[in-house]
């Protein structure tokens, strides 16, 4: 066969551009086997079919996701494998991992937030307190040195014969403007009944009102300048205008 | 010039990743559209030409045979058949006057000036005689036969034959030059493609 009349025909370039029939493609095919000469000019034509036409390319009217939807989307394609799907999101993995860390800093912001807004209140609550405790402190001092002053004396009330346990301590300042009187000595009043101040003065009873018997609490009453002597009876509530006698559970001076 | 990139994309097609199809994409896409829409000359109708297309690659990857052509020549035929078929059942007529086939062309080649890759090429085809650019235009570019290009140019078949051959013989002799390059360069993306996949 000549050879060269053969590739001359131009059937070469027919079966390139796929203008053969299926026999006459065959019947090429097995020349190209045949001759390594007309295996070399199909290639070479080949080569030049793909500049002409890549000379003559036209922007593709669908993308590239468009193209590849198509795919997969006809019948019979669902088999793609998703793995190249995923690696194409493998590189937001960071950007994912940043988001989650991100919401987790919101919430344990938020929660510190709501820690802290109790810590404050806690904080201001025990301020209070402290503040409290201070004042009290500074008043407990002041009473502390009243008491202990040499100018203030402590006269104690003795038990009567009606009590003879109980007792009652008055801590009387210089000029007796101001008196302090500790019960935790005196017995619980029955109901109904109240324990009355009384001061003694020249012989007479003066009246230094009513008080509730307190075992923490010292009671502090304004003084009777010139009193010599204090006692303490059980009255009704409310108290008397004149001491039942009857009922003097101590006396001191 | 891109054998290697096309064992890739033949290898990625046939494990049925869909990383063939996007690479087929890149590389072929605006050709294979070019081929299409030279044929018919609908833009609607080359776009489902186009996708039926890439849908028929990715099928028939098997049936694809390296040994005999390049993986462009064999999706290049396929896109020109579909197109064929796809002018034929719509009731297009290939029958017209050389005059009306010019002027189609003329038109068409303006049309689609802006997306035209390569003017270097076109060029060349431009400094070919009257007879020569018919001829790559009718039986390269909108897929018609010897047979009904004679007819068209009422030329004998004989002298079509012949400068059929002629006319690509004379584009491939002018592009000689480029030929060792992009062998150098191919052989280079081969081996970076092959390195981004692997990895």
């Known amino acids: 066969m000549d050879i060269k009349a053969y590739i001359a025909s131009g059937i070469l370039e027919q079966y390139v551009i796929g203008a053969l029939s299926e026999k006459e493609m065959a019947e090429v095919e097995q020349m190209m086997l045949q001759y390594d000469e007309v295996k070399k000019e199909v290639e070479a034509i080949e080569a030049g079919y793909e500049t002409l036409t890549r000379a003559y390319a036209a922007k593709a009217p669908v993308s590239e996701e468009e193209i590849l939807n198509y795919v997969r989307k006809t019948p019979g394609n669902t088999a793609i494998p998703s793995e190249s799907k995923l690696s194409k999101w493998w590189p937001l993995l960071p950007v994912f991992g940043l988001g989650i860390l991100t919401v987790s800093f919101y919430f344990s912001l938020d929660q510190t937030k709501q820690e802290l807004e109790k810590a404050n209140k806690k904080y201001a609550v025990q301020n209070k307190v402290c503040a409290e405790t201070s004042r009290e402190n500074v008043l407990l001092k002041e009473r502390l040195f009243y008491i202990i002053s040499p100018e203030s004396r402590v006269v104690l009330l003795k038990g009567t014969d009606l009590a003879k346990n109980a007792y009652a301590t008055v801590v009387v300042n210089k000029d007796q403007s101001n008196i302090y009187l500790a019960s935790n000595g005196l017995p619980a009043p029955p109901s109904g009944k109240q324990y009355q101040l009384w001061a003694l003065k020249d012989g007479n009873p003066i009246d230094m009102g009513v008080f509730d018997v307190s075992n923490s609490e010292l009671i502090e009453k304004p003084g009777i300048p010139g009193a010599q002597a204090y006692a303490i009876t059980l009255e009704k509530t409310g108290g008397s205008p004149k001491p039942t006698l009857e009922q003097m559970y101590v006396m001191g001076s | ?199």
């Open chain 2, 1 to 199: 010039m891109q054998v290697n990139t096309e064992d890739v994309i033949t290898g990625l097609l046939i494990s049925r990743n869909e990383q063939g199809i996007r690479l087929l994409y890149r590389h072929y896409a605006d050709t294979i559209y070019g081929i299409i829409l030279r044929i018919v000359p609908g833009e609607e109708e080359a776009k489902e030409v186009l996708n039926d297309v890439f849908l028929k690659v990715y099928d028939n990857i098997t049936s694809y045979d390296a040994s005999k052509s390049k993986l462009f020549t064999w999706m290049a035929r396929i896109a020109r058949n579909a197109a064929i078929d796809k002018i034929r059942s719509a009731n297009y007529k290939m029958n017209k006057s050389t005059q009306n086939i010019d002027n189609n062309f003329e038109a068409q080649s303006k049309k689609y000036e802006a997306v035209i890759e390569d003017s270097g090429i076109i060029k060349l085809i431009q400094a070919l005689d009257h007879d020569l650019q018919n001829i790559v235009r009718l039986v390269y570019l909108q897929g018609y036969t010897q047979q009904e290009c004679a007819d068209e140019l009422q030329l004998p078949l004989g002298t079509v034959k012949t400068k059929t051959r002629r006319a690509l013989l004379l584009l491939r002799e002018s592009l000689k030059g480029e030929g060792l390059f992009l062998i150098f360069f191919a052989f280079g993306m081969i081996h970076l493609i092959y390195k981004m996949i692997l990895s």
